[in-house]
């Protein structure tokens, strides 16, 4: 069935370093893909998405492109900041249900210290 | 515009008792989903309704799980018998329909304890 995998956290880095967070994805067709992010003590919300290859979905600085040739979507940020510390979901739609339903990888900590 | 409401927000519950979580999605929103997430992993879909009717229910453990959806707008979601492993948050999610390209907006979640 369809699956997302996602790097490793923690990652921990200085305030203004580069980010990038690896999600690489299993599924049939041509599924939409999605970042969330969660903030401590907050709910889940979309951060950026494309929902075809060689898109490029942007958001606070975030972006990430649908590469299909290499089954990836990852993110990346120039320039972290304090405040973007929080727990980050990649995930992917089913093509060819399309009920919305998500299906999400196992989430990657960012811990960004001053 | 309020977002989507859970609650309770914490329960700690021992293993074999019931217990019933609840969501308010946001006004207008027909479609609901209701995910568990165990910790260290992301949220899998447990059952999703478009209106009062269920689109999605293949992972629900059907033996302990049910969850309603009357009216089409507040549902539960109920566990009974809890076990161990059923400790995890519980979130709630709507989109205005069922489609990739509707955002779902998500709930703070409810965090279970199985003792």
């Known amino acids: 069935g369809d699956s997302v995998t996602q790097m490793e956290g923690p990652v921990t880095l200085s305030e203004e370093a580069f980010l990038t967070i690896n999600c690489t994805y299993t599924?049939?067709?041509?599924?939409?893909l999605f970042w969330y992010v969660q903030y401590p003590g907050e709910g889940l919300q979309l951060l950026l998405k494309?929902?075809?290859?060689?898109d490029k979905g942007s958001n606070k600085g975030f972006e990430a492109t649908y590469r299909k040739e290499t089954t990836s979507f990852h993110l990346e940020k120039g320039s972290v900041q304090v405040s973007d510390s929080a727990v980050y979901f990649c995930?992917?739609?089913?093509?060819?249900?399309?009920?919305?339903?998500?299906?999400f990888g196992q989430g990657t900590t960012l811990q960004v210290k001053p | 515009e309020a977002g989507v409401a859970q609650s309770p927000r914490y329960k700690i519950i021992e293993k074999r008792q019931s217990v019933a979580f609840w969501c308010n999605p946001i006004?207008?929103?027909?479609?609901l989903y209701w995910y568990q997430q165990i910790l260290g992993q992301g949220p899998k879909l447990l059952i999703q309704?478009?209106?009062?009717?269920?689109?999605?229910d293949s992972q629900l453990p059907k033996d302990r799980f049910s969850a309603e959806r009357l009216k089409g707008v507040d549902s539960t979601l109920k566990i009974q018998p809890a076990k161990l492993e059923d400790s995890a948050v519980y979130l709630c999610?709507?989109?205005?329909?069922?489609?990739?390209?509707?955002?779902?907006?998500f709930g703070p979640g409810t965090r279970l304890t199985v003792l």
């Open positions: 995930a992917l739609s089913d093509f060819f249900k399309d009920t919305g339903k998500l299906i």
């Open positions: 006004s207008g929103h027909a479609t």
């Open positions: 999610a709507s989109s205005l329909g069922a489609s990739a390209n509707n955002e779902q907006f």
């Open positions: 309704f478009q209106n009062n009717g269920v689109v999605d």
């Open positions: 494309a929902t075809k290859a060689d």
């Open positions: 599924a049939t067709g041509y599924p939409s």
